[in-house]
């Protein structure tokens, strides 16, 4: 079974460019986010998916960023225009939808960001 | 809000030997999981254990086993008989049952395992 796959892994853009990052998660999973780490701290949540609703992204600064989901299956993340303290791990994960509210999330390799 | 301290930015042990990773956590939720991430330069997250918290028996995987203080918010990675596919940067985690499935990481511990 494929992971959770993620383009580009790299991305150097100059300052006050566009630049979009795509996610395709693990088949039959319903549930997508997308994570932020900084360079020697761990993951912070960006936005999370159930399906095609985004039912969670009171983290995405929304004047920069933006996220679309829109069969309920992969997924883009933008951020327009870029700057510099953007530069960083993007990472996205999968889980499938339980009652539980565990639900084991599936990273990718995540796409390196460096904005010059 | 929950917060995970991870106060070992760094951690070496020699090859077939024993290292424990520490972790604390504070959360005023009583329902919730304990999570150790391992993340090679590949970069790619792999869940390594978890705990749930409702269990007082300390999880296991392999190699691998937790020291799960509940009343002391405490949750320890104790790696046994080391390899070199061990080093990695190992991210402890928290999931609450309040949380909206958000995962709350701690900064992480690099662990480099000498030969």
């Known amino acids: 079974e494929a992971g959770v796959v993620q383009s580009p892994r790299y991305k150097i853009i100059e300052k006050k460019q566009p630049v979009a990052f795509w996610c395709n998660p693990i088949?039959?999973?319903?549930?997508l986010y997308w994570y932020l780490q900084n360079l020697g701290q761990g993951p912070e949540l960006l936005i999370r998916y159930e399906n095609e609703e985004a039912v969670d992204d009171s983290q995405l600064p929304k004047d920069r960023f933006s996220a679309e989901r829109l069969k309920g299956v992969d997924s883009t993340l933008k951020i327009q225009p870029a700057e510099l303290g953007d530069s960083a791990v993007y990472l996205c994960a999968s889980s499938p939808l339980t009652s539980r509210f565990l639900d084991e999330q599936f990273f990718g390799p995540g796409t390196r960001l460096t904005v010059l | 809000a929950q917060t995970v301290t991870q106060s070992q930015p760094e951690m070496s042990v020699q090859e077939a030997e024993t290292v424990t990773l520490s972790c604390t956590y504070d959360t005023s939720e009583s329902d919730y999981y304990l999570f150790w991430y391992k993340q090679p330069p590949s970069r790619q997250m792999i869940l390594v254990i978890r705990q749930e918290a409702y269990k007082q028996q300390n999880a296991t995987e392999n190699r691998f086993s937790v020291n799960f203080q509940k009343a002391a918010k405490s949750f320890s990675l104790k790696i046994s008989d080391s390899q070199l596919g061990d080093a990695a940067m190992y991210f402890c985690?928290?999931?609450?049952?309040?949380?909206?499935?958000?995962?709350?990481f701690g900064s992480g511990t690099q662990l480099t395992v000498l030969p």
């Open positions: 985690a928290f999931l609450g049952s309040g949380s909206a499935r958000q995962l709350t």
């Open positions: 088949s039959g999973h319903n549930t």
